[in-house]
């Protein structure tokens, strides 16, 4: 908090310095700064967007205002404000940073994956961008960049609860199950917590061990029922023990993070099947701004687009996926349904022909742990 306030009169400085010229532009700009130091922000939005119309040149100016919309929530407009100071200002560290957390806030995890990677390279052993920057790519599913990212630091993070948590998951994820319980270790060390029973959890679940994974989730949500991802985990482990629970706790999920990938998929997938058709394109819509290229989340937003006849934009999709995935049964057995809907029958035999084969070489891979979306593959 210190670093940022330091930062934050530091761009006030700045400001100051670039329309001290201008004595009611200064006037003005003293009556945002304060209406902002005392947490009225709706006053301060309003004076530095007047003070903009003045000064448009002056890039901390709307970086300023970047961070009073933050604090009133709305991100994507405190992200076009960044966006511009940064342009002006591209070696300010100060504004990417800020930058990087609106988009991390508004759920738009790629972006900011982007930005954290940035102020990576530009301060390595900064450890709050280097757990940020792990979260996102946990979040993006990119198990292999954030053991890459963190392998190294390991031997000098080893009472860094968070660090441990963070690296553990990703060799979970990634199915090093042993290097994932040498770290698992060292939180269990510490005692009972959410976060050692979440990775307990995942080991278990690596083992289809879903009543054991049940259990520690749930204890996991009696020590900490807010932790990120622990209700999301939980709704995985219920769908693959076939209880009607699941889906609420897919819901809980999104009340403490809207911008949960499972979740969001899981609940459009839901809607989807009740034809809710705008409920299930606005979660899939979520779930696909955190991770862009996740096939299940692809093959779904296709269903919706054949659900809503738009036809050709669902065989776009479908054809992207099974170029890409010429294996993925379930993309082509829904691209077989669409060509016969565009009177392409020819093509849709074809595509038929492949499912039958890949139904013909399947074997037990469905009892597989879904970690990209795989589990709604399977749900329409």
């Not at 630091?153 to 963070?166: E, I, K, R, V, W």
């Not at 307990?200 to 679940?205: E, I, N, P, V």
């Amino acid at each position: 908090m210190l670093k940022l306030m330091r930062a934050v009169i530091l761009l006030v400085l700045l400001a100051c310095a670039a329309i001290a010229q201008d004595s009611s532009p200064e006037q003005l700009f003293r009556e945002a700064v304060e209406a902002q130091q005392h947490g009225d922000y709706e006053q301060a939005v309003q004076k530095y967007r007047q003070l903009i119309a003045l000064r448009p040149d002056v890039p901390e100016i709307h970086a300023n205002l970047g961070a009073a919309l933050v604090h009133l929530g709305r991100f994507d407009d405190a992200i076009a404000q960044y966006e511009t100071a940064l342009a002006a200002r591209p070696d300010q560290m100060q504004i990417r940073m800020n930058l990087a957390l609106a988009y991390y806030k508004a759920g738009r995890i790629g972006q900011a994956a982007a930005e954290f990677e940035k102020l990576h390279a530009s301060a390595p052993a900064e450890k709050r961008i280097t757990l940020l920057l792990a979260d996102c790519w946990l979040q993006q599913g990119q198990n292999d960049k954030v053991m890459a990212m963190m392998a190294p630091l390991d031997a000098d993070n080893h009472d860094d609860l968070t660090f441990s948590f963070l690296y553990g998951s990703a060799l979970m994820r990634a199915g090093q199950m042993d290097r994932g319980q040498v770290v698992m270790d060292r939180i269990l060390r510490n005692g009972d917590s959410a976060e050692a029973r979440v990775l307990m959890a995942s080991s278990r679940l690596r083992r289809l061990d879903y009543a054991g994974a049940r259990a520690d989730l749930q204890r996991a949500i009696e020590l900490n029922p807010t932790l990120p991802g622990v209700h999301s985990l939980l709704g995985l482990v219920l769908d693959n023990l076939m209880d009607t629970g699941a889906m609420a706790a897919y819901q809980k999920e999104l009340e403490i993070n809207p911008n949960d990938f499972e979740a969001n998929l899981h609940v459009g997938v839901e809607a989807l099947h009740e034809r809710q058709l705008d409920q299930a394109e606005m979660y899939l819509r979520r779930a696909l701004a955190v991770r862009p290229d996740d096939p299940g989340a692809l093959l779904q937003l296709a269903n919706l687009y054949t659900a809503r006849n738009k036809r050709d934009e669902a065989r776009a999709i479908l054809e992207d996926l099974v170029r890409h995935f010429p294996d993925f049964r379930e993309a082509h057995a829904a691209l077989a349904g669409v060509y016969y809907r565009l009177q392409r029958k020819a093509d849709g035999d074809a595509e038929s022909a492949i499912v039958k084969r890949l139904n013909a070489k399947q074997q037990s891979s469905d009892a597989a742990i879904p970690t990209t979306g795989s589990a709604a593959h399977q749900a329409h």
